[in-house]
């Protein structure tokens, strides 16, 4: 159904259960599932956040001026991306970093055709670094790259199967979408992805999939056109 995507993780969702640091674990399991999709032939970018080492936005209103804590969040995602591609080789698979800004000899400088050309040849190119400026999402980031890569879909993976009419982790008469619409997602303030990177989507005509990537085999499950977590689309 899908030949290539982007794949857009929280930082916390390779923090283990504590959603803090790096839990090898998580990254293992991430890993896996990736490597596991890559073999079945899915092209996969990924964008990583880096809330699990550092938030820029948070630390704003711990004394860090927003500019320089923004670069510092930036920074967290080449940490993740690192480690998650370290993970991915493990499983036999190849990983490339490419960071928005130049940070070379740790990560290469992102360029969309060099990216490109890793995913066909059957590798993960994991992009990091946002969008290489401040005030702006990772959210943001993934949502551009998506786009600029010529993905068929922008894979949200999160620890809850879907879209729901409230937090299901703490209402428990929400229900979950099937699908909507982006105007609906927006009208409802449902919160999908930040405005930003909302507006990037719907404007580029990107489908986005919210879906649970904690349960084993959900990326494959996608590949092969089962209907999994919740599809926000035009």
């Known amino acids: 159904m899908y030949k290539r995507v982007l794949l857009k ?3 916390e969702s390779l923090g283990g259960n504590a959603g803090k640091g790096l839990d090898t674990a998580a990254l293992s399991a991430t890993a896996k599932e990736v490597a596991e999709a890559a073999k079945a032939g899915l092209q996969i970018a990924i964008v990583n956040g880096g809330g699990n080492i550092f938030r820029g936005l948070q630390g704003t209103g711990k004394g860090f001026d927003r500019v320089d804590g923004d670069k510092m969040g930036m920074l967290a995602t080449v940490i993740n991306s690192l480690a998650l591609s370290m993970f991915i080789k493990e499983q036999g698979v190849d990983a490339q970093v490419f960071t928005a800004t130049p940070m070379e000899p740790y990560a290469k400088y992102y360029m969309r055709d060099d990216a490109v050309k890793v995913m066909e040849n059957g590798g993960v190119a994991l992009i990091a670094g946002g969008t290489g400026n401040p005030f702006f999402t990772t959210d943001s980031g993934a949502a ?4 600029e890569i010529r993905a068929d879909a922008l894979l949200k993976g999160t620890r809850v199967d879907g879209v729901y ?24 303030n449902l919160k999908v992805m930040d405005r930003t990177a909302f507006a990037l989507c719907s404007d580029g005509n990107m489908p986005i999939i919210v879906f649970d990537m904690t349960r084993p085999g959900n990326l494959k499950r996608i590949l092969e056109g089962e209907n999994i977590g919740t599809l926000v689309h035009k």
């Not at 551009?144 to 786009?147: I, M, P, Q, V």
């Not at 409230?166 to 409802?188: I, M, Q, R, S, V």
């Open 165 to 188: 009419t409230a937090d299901p982790e703490k209402d428990p008469t929400a229900t979950k979408y099937g699908e909507l619409t982006f105007d609906k997602a927006l009208a409802d």
């Open 9 to 11: 993780l929280s930082g």
């Open 144 to 147: 551009l790259r998506a786009l």
